[in-house]
T-cell receptor
Framework: NAGVMQNPRHLVRRRGQEARLRCSPM?????VYWYRQLPEEGLKFMVY????????ESGMPKERFSAEFPKEGPSILRIQQVVRGDSAAYFC????????????FGPGTRLLVL | AQKITQTQPGMFVQEKEAVTLDCTYD???????LFWYKQPSSGEMIFLIY??????QNATEGRYSLNFQKARKSANLVISASQLGDSAMYFC???????????FGKGTKLTVNP
């Protein structure tokens, strides 16, 4: 059973470009979470989605960041007009309905903004 | 106020010895969950162990056990018989009742010496 997949693993963008991070949850999981980890810090919650719905986006910056989890395909975290402060590791996690206790994490996408 | 406090930025242990990583939490909820994750230098987040607030027994998973002291609001991770491969960052996290997001501590860097 494949784990949570994230791609790309590493992404380099110049200031002002767009970054698109993709996450495929574990098979059978319909809940997806995005977290951001700044250097030397713990993970910070960004957004929680179920298929086609944003359930909790309390951790998302108000501008430039958006997330979706369409009926078909992976979840996408989109960062428009990236700035250097967006450089971080972005982790996706997934859980199964009825087993929300445990979130399983993907390997993360390391975003570097030049 | 910090929801999760990990007071040990770094810990050292000799191979084959046991080590305790501290974690205290702050919540007014009666229902919550506590988690420990391991992050090796390769960067992925590995789920280790989970403790529910209503669980009467301390959680155990192989060499990992969680010393849950509810009245003191502590959830320390005990690793028995340390191995060189245990060298990593360790994060304590909490999920409060009614929320699916995890709140992480700043982590403890464990180094196992041969």
């Amino acid at each position: 059973n494949a784990g949570v997949m994230q791609n790309p693993r590493h992404l380099v963008r110049r200031r002002g470009q767009e970054a698109r991070l993709r996450c495929s949850p574990m098979k059978g999981h319909s809940h997806v979470y995005w977290y951001r980890q700044l250097p030397e810090e713990g993970l910070k919650f960004m957004v929680y989605l179920q298929k086609e719905n944003i359930i909790d986006e309390s951790g998302m910056p108000k501008e430039r960041f958006s997330a979706e989890f369409p009926k078909e395909g992976p979840s996408i975290l989109r960062i428009q007009q990236v700035v250097r402060g967006d450089s971080a590791a972005y982790f996706c996690a997934s859980s199964a309905a009825g087993e929300l206790e445990t979130q399983y994490f993907g390997p993360g996408t390391r975003l570097l903004v030049l | 106020a910090q929801k999760i406090t990990q007071t040990q930025p770094g810990m050292f242990v000799q191979e084959k010895e046991a080590v305790t990583l501290d974690c205290t939490y702050d919540t007014s909820d009666q229902s919550y969950g506590l988690f420990w994750y391991k992050q090796p230098s390769s960067g992925e987040m590995i789920f280790l162990i989970y403790q529910g607030s209503y669980d009467e027994q301390n959680a155990t998973e192989g060499r990992y056990s969680l010393n849950f002291q509810k009245a003191r609001k502590s959830a320390n991770l005990v690793i028995s018989a340390s191995q060189l491969g245990d060298s990593a960052m360790y994060f304590c996290a909490m999920r409060e009742g009614g929320s699916e997001k995890l709140v992480f501590g700043k982590g403890t860097k464990l180094t196992v010496n041969p």
